[in-house]
C-alpha cells in the first residue's frame, strides 16, 4: 500500500465501494446555529452506516467533520471521508432565485474565511491521512443558480494548494452543466470530476430518471475520455410542498424504485456513487415541512430505515440504534 505520509495517492488506487452523502445534523441542529451533533449521536450514524457503506462525503471542516473522522479512528470503524470545503460567496451572482447578491464587505470576509477553510482542510487532512479518501475544493459553487459562487481562478487556487501540499486525491463536486465548459480550465489541476445529477429537480419522472442521469454523466465525461469521473450526489426526495418539485414526483416508492436502478447501473459499470443521502435534514429549506430539502434521507432524521433501506436495516427499530 503506497505510504500515505511521503507519496500522493492516484484516484485509481482508490477500489469502487457503496459511497453516501453523510451530514449528522438532527432536530435542533444545523451548520448556521453552529450546533453541531455530539459524538455519540456521530458514532450512533456511523455504526448504522459502516453497515452497508464505505465511503462518507462531508460538505465542510467544521468540528462535525473532525468528530466523524475521530469516531472512524477511535471506533475502529471501515469508513473513510471525501472532505469538502464549505464555500462562501465570492463575487455576488444575480441570477439566484433566493437571493445571491453581497455586498463588498460581506464577500472580502468570506474570501477570508474561504481561505481559513482551505487551512482546516489540509490541517485534517494530515491528522487523519488514513481515514481521508479525497478532498473536495467546495460544492456547487459554479453553477449558474448557486448563492455562494466563486470564480474559475479562486477554485484553482484551491485545487493547486492542495494538491502541493496534501497526500490525497483532489476534486469538486458540481452540476454537471458546468463541467460541460466553464470548469475547462479547472479539470487539468484535479484528480477526479465529480459530477451531480438530479431527475427529479429537472421535472423527469420515474420511468426517465435513469436515462437522464446516465446523459448527464456521458455529457462529462465525454468531455473528457483521460480522466475518472465520478458523481457525488445522485437521489430521491420522498416529500415536497410542490418547490421545484410535482408532490406526486415526490415519494418513498419513488426513491426506493430510483436508487434501485441507479445501483444497478453504477455497480455494472464501477461508478463510484454517493448517494444523496443518508438522512434527512430538517434544517434545510424553508419553515414548511414539506419542503423537499428536508427529505432525500435513505432513513428519517429518527434513524429509522425508509423502505428503500428496508432490505438491509429491516432490525432497526424506533429509539435503537445500530
Same mark, same amino acid.
Given at each position: 500500500?503506497?505510504?500515505?505520509?511521503?507519496?500522493?495517492?492516484?484516484?485509481?488506487?482508490?477500489?469502487?465501494?457503496?459511497?453516501?452523502?453523510?451530514? +449528522?445534523?438532527?432536530?435542533?441542529?444545523?451548520?448556521?446555529?453552529?450546533? &453541531?451533533?455530539?459524538?455519540?449521536?456521530?458514532?450512533?450514524?456511523?455504526?448504522?452506516?459502516?453497515?452497508?457503506? #464505505?465511503?462518507?462525503?462531508?460538505?465542510?471542516?467544521?468540528?462535525?467533520?473532525?468528530?466523524?473522522?475521530?469516531?472512524?479512528?477511535?471506533?475502529?470503524?471501515?469508513?473513510?471521508?471525501?472532505?469538502?470545503? +464549505?464555500?462562501?460567496?465570492?463575487?455576488?451572482?444575480?441570477?439566484?432565485?433566493?437571493?445571491?447578491?453581497?455586498?463588498?464587505?460581506?464577500?472580502?470576509?468570506?474570501?477570508?474565511?474561504?481561505?481559513?477553510?482551505? /487551512?482546516?482542510?489540509?490541517?485534517?487532512?494530515?491528522?487523519?491521512?488514513?481515514?481521508?479518501?479525497?478532498?473536495?475544493? +467546495?460544492?456547487?459553487?459554479?453553477?449558474?443558480?448557486?448563492?455562494?459562487?466563486? /470564480?474559475? /481562478?479562486?477554485?484553482?487556487?484551491?485545487?493547486?494548494?492542495?494538491?502541493?501540499?496534501?497526500?490525497?486525491?483532489?476534486?469538486?463536486?458540481?452540476?454537471?452543466?458546468?463541467?460541460?465548459?466553464?470548469?475547462?480550465? =479547472?479539470?487539468?489541476?484535479?484528480?477526479?470530476?465529480?459530477?451531480?445529477?438530479?431527475?427529479?429537480?429537472?421535472?423527469?419522472?420515474?420511468?426517465?430518471? =435513469?436515462?437522464?442521469?446516465?446523459?448527464?454523466?456521458?455529457?462529462?465525461?465525454? #468531455?473528457?475520455?483521460?480522466?475518472?469521473?465520478?458523481?457525488?450526489?445522485?437521489?430521491?426526495?420522498?416529500?415536497?410542498?410542490? #418547490?421545484?418539485?410535482?408532490?406526486?414526483?415526490?415519494?418513498?416508492?419513488?426513491?426506493?424504485?430510483?436508487?434501485?436502478?441507479?445501483? /444497478?447501473?453504477?455497480?455494472?459499470?464501477?461508478?463510484?456513487? &454517493?448517494?444523496?443521502?443518508?438522512?434527512?435534514?430538517?434544517?434545510?429549506?424553508?419553515?414548511?415541512?414539506?419542503?423537499?430539502?428536508?427529505?432525500?434521507?435513505?432513513?428519517?432524521?429518527?434513524?429509522?430505515?425508509?423502505?428503500?433501506?428496508?432490505?438491509?436495516?429491516?432490525?432497526?427499530?424506533?429509539?435503537?440504534?445500530?
Amino acid at each position: 500500500m503506497f505510504d500515505l505520509f511521503k507519496t500522493r495517492q492516484s484516484w485509481s488506487e482508490i477500489p469502487f465501494a457503496n459511497a453516501i452523502c453523510y451530514s +449528522g445534523y438532527r432536530d435542533g441542529q444545523s451548520p448556521p446555529s453552529g450546533v &453541531f451533533p455530539s459524538y455519540a449521536q456521530i458514532h450512533e450514524d456511523l455504526e448504522i452506516l459502516a453497515r452497508h457503506w #464505505r465511503y462518507l462525503r462531508v460538505y465542510d471542516c467544521t468540528p462535525h467533520a473532525e468528530t466523524v473522522l475521530r469516531v472512524i479512528r477511535e471506533q475502529g470503524l471501515p469508513l473513510r471521508v471525501m472532505l469538502g470545503m +464549505g464555500l462562501g460567496a465570492e463575487v455576488s451572482n444575480p441570477g439566484c432565485p433566493w437571493g445571491g447578491v453581497y455586498d463588498d464587505a460581506v464577500l472580502a470576509a468570506n474570501r477570508a474565511e474561504n481561505d481559513a477553510e482551505l /487551512e482546516r482542510m489540509i490541517a485534517l487532512s494530515k491528522a487523519y491521512p488514513r481515514e481521508v479518501l479525497c478532498l473536495s475544493i +467546495g460544492n456547487e459553487a459554479s453553477v449558474d443558480w448557486n448563492d455562494h459562487m466563486v /470564480e474559475v /481562478e479562486r477554485l484553482i487556487h484551491f485545487a493547486k494548494t492542495l494538491r502541493r501540499r496534501t497526500r490525497h486525491p483532489v476534486t469538486f463536486c458540481e452540476n454537471y452543466v458546468p463541467w460541460t465548459d466553464k470548469l475547462r480550465p =479547472l479539470v487539468r489541476h484535479l484528480d477526479v470530476i465529480s459530477v451531480h445529477t438530479y431527475p427529479v429537480w429537472e421535472y423527469k419522472s420515474i420511468d426517465e430518471a =435513469l436515462a437522464y442521469t446516465q446523459e448527464n454523466y456521458f455529457a462529462v465525461r465525454g #468531455r473528457y475520455p483521460d480522466m475518472p469521473v465520478i458523481i457525488t450526489e445522485a437521489g430521491w426526495t420522498t416529500r415536497s410542498n410542490g #418547490r421545484g418539485i410535482d408532490p406526486d414526483n415526490a415519494s418513498e416508492s419513488l426513491q426506493a424504485t430510483y436508487y434501485a436502478q441507479l445501483m /444497478e447501473w453504477a455497480e455494472a459499470e464501477q461508478i463510484m456513487t &454517493f448517494v444523496f443521502e443518508a438522512f434527512d435534514e430538517p434544517w434545510k429549506g424553508s419553515p414548511d415541512p414539506d419542503e423537499p430539502e428536508k427529505h432525500w434521507g435513505l432513513f428519517t432524521v429518527e434513524r429509522q430505515p425508509k423502505p428503500v433501506m428496508m432490505k438491509w436495516f429491516s432490525d432497526l427499530r424506533p429509539g435503537e440504534g445500530a
